[in-house]
Nanobody, 125 residues
Framework: QLHYVESGGGSVQPGKSLRLSCTTS????????MGWFRQAPGKEREGVAL????????KYIDSVKGRFTISRDNSRETVYLQMNSLKPEDTAVYYC??????????????????WGQGTQVTVSS
Protein backbone atom coordinates (compact mmCIF):
# COMPACT_ATOMS: atom_id res chain seq x y z
CA GLN A 1 0.00 0.00 0.00
CA LEU A 2 1.86 3.05 -1.26
CA HIS A 3 0.08 6.09 0.04
CA TYR A 4 0.40 9.29 2.06
CA VAL A 5 -0.54 9.73 5.69
CA GLU A 6 -1.72 13.13 6.86
CA SER A 7 -2.29 14.23 10.45
CA GLY A 8 -2.67 17.30 12.62
CA GLY A 9 -6.05 18.62 11.55
CA GLY A 10 -8.73 19.79 13.93
CA SER A 11 -11.38 22.36 14.71
CA VAL A 12 -10.16 25.84 15.62
CA GLN A 13 -11.45 29.38 15.82
CA PRO A 14 -10.53 32.01 13.23
CA GLY A 15 -7.09 33.44 13.81
CA LYS A 16 -5.71 30.30 15.40
CA SER A 17 -2.99 27.98 14.10
CA LEU A 18 -2.53 24.34 13.18
CA ARG A 19 0.43 22.33 11.96
CA LEU A 20 -0.19 19.47 9.58
CA SER A 21 2.23 16.61 9.06
CA CYS A 22 2.63 14.28 6.13
CA THR A 23 4.53 11.06 5.91
CA THR A 24 4.34 8.03 3.67
CA SER A 25 3.54 4.36 3.83
CA UNK A 26 5.71 2.02 1.84
CA UNK A 27 8.13 4.44 0.18
CA UNK A 28 10.42 7.39 0.82
CA UNK A 29 9.51 11.00 0.09
CA UNK A 30 13.08 12.30 0.35
CA UNK A 31 13.59 12.80 -3.38
CA UNK A 32 10.08 13.86 -4.26
CA UNK A 33 8.62 17.26 -4.90
CA MET A 34 5.87 17.45 -2.32
CA GLY A 35 2.69 19.47 -2.15
CA TRP A 36 -0.22 20.14 0.13
CA PHE A 37 -3.72 20.19 -1.32
CA ARG A 38 -7.18 20.85 0.04
CA GLN A 39 -10.73 20.07 -0.91
CA ALA A 40 -13.61 22.04 0.52
CA PRO A 41 -17.18 20.70 0.40
CA GLY A 42 -18.61 21.02 -3.09
CA LYS A 43 -15.31 22.18 -4.57
CA GLU A 44 -12.51 20.56 -6.48
CA ARG A 45 -9.22 19.75 -4.84
CA GLU A 46 -6.71 22.60 -5.18
CA GLY A 47 -2.98 22.84 -4.67
CA VAL A 48 -2.02 25.00 -1.71
CA ALA A 49 1.77 24.82 -1.47
CA LEU A 50 4.70 22.88 -2.84
CA UNK A 51 8.32 22.28 -1.89
CA UNK A 52 11.11 20.69 -3.88
CA UNK A 53 13.15 17.83 -2.44
CA UNK A 54 15.97 20.05 -1.14
CA UNK A 55 13.60 22.89 -0.21
CA UNK A 56 15.15 25.06 -2.89
CA UNK A 57 11.83 26.08 -4.42
CA UNK A 58 8.70 26.82 -2.42
CA LYS A 59 5.42 28.08 -3.83
CA TYR A 60 2.01 29.03 -2.42
CA ILE A 61 -1.32 29.99 -3.82
CA ASP A 62 -2.13 33.65 -3.26
CA SER A 63 -4.86 33.04 -0.68
CA VAL A 64 -2.42 31.48 1.82
CA LYS A 65 0.72 33.54 1.21
CA GLY A 66 2.00 35.07 4.42
CA ARG A 67 -0.13 32.72 6.55
CA PHE A 68 0.96 29.18 5.61
CA THR A 69 4.49 27.78 5.62
CA ILE A 70 5.48 24.51 4.01
CA SER A 71 8.64 22.76 5.18
CA ARG A 72 10.18 19.32 5.22
CA ASP A 73 12.53 17.20 7.28
CA ASN A 74 13.85 14.50 4.98
CA SER A 75 15.62 12.76 7.85
CA ARG A 76 12.21 12.25 9.43
CA GLU A 77 10.51 11.55 6.08
CA THR A 78 8.00 14.26 6.94
CA VAL A 79 6.54 17.32 5.25
CA TYR A 80 4.78 20.00 7.30
CA LEU A 81 2.25 22.73 6.71
CA GLN A 82 2.19 25.40 9.38
CA MET A 83 -1.09 27.28 9.10
CA ASN A 84 -1.43 30.58 10.96
CA SER A 85 -4.20 33.16 11.04
CA LEU A 86 -6.69 30.57 9.89
CA LYS A 87 -9.89 31.74 8.22
CA PRO A 88 -13.25 30.02 7.75
CA GLU A 89 -12.49 29.71 4.04
CA ASP A 90 -9.53 27.48 4.92
CA THR A 91 -11.98 24.81 6.04
CA ALA A 92 -11.31 21.68 3.98
CA VAL A 93 -9.83 18.22 3.98
CA TYR A 94 -6.08 18.63 3.52
CA TYR A 95 -3.97 16.12 1.61
CA CYS A 96 -0.32 15.80 0.75
CA UNK A 97 1.15 14.13 -2.30
CA UNK A 98 4.15 14.09 -4.61
CA UNK A 99 4.15 16.20 -7.74
CA UNK A 100 5.79 15.71 -11.15
CA UNK A 101 7.24 19.23 -11.29
CA UNK A 102 7.09 22.60 -9.58
CA UNK A 103 5.42 24.43 -12.47
CA UNK A 104 1.84 23.43 -11.66
CA UNK A 105 0.10 23.58 -8.30
CA UNK A 106 -2.77 21.25 -9.16
CA UNK A 107 -2.57 17.55 -9.90
CA UNK A 108 -5.16 14.87 -10.53
CA UNK A 109 -3.13 11.97 -9.21
CA UNK A 110 0.10 11.92 -7.20
CA UNK A 111 3.31 11.57 -9.13
CA UNK A 112 4.04 8.51 -6.99
CA UNK A 113 1.79 6.55 -4.68
CA UNK A 114 -1.88 7.04 -3.93
CA TRP A 115 -3.90 9.71 -2.18
CA GLY A 116 -4.27 9.26 1.56
CA GLN A 117 -7.33 9.83 3.72
CA GLY A 118 -6.49 13.45 4.36
CA THR A 119 -6.96 15.39 7.57
CA GLN A 120 -9.96 17.61 8.28
CA VAL A 121 -9.39 21.27 9.12
CA THR A 122 -12.41 23.20 10.33
CA VAL A 123 -12.21 26.91 11.09
CA SER A 124 -15.30 28.26 12.77
CA SER A 125 -16.30 30.59 15.57
Amino acid sequence: QLHYVESGGGSVQPGKSLRLSCTTSGFSLRHLIMGWFRQAPGKEREGVALITNASGIIKYIDSVKGRFTISRDNSRETVYLQMNSLKPEDTAVYYCASMPDFDHMDITTPYFGNWGQGTQVTVSS
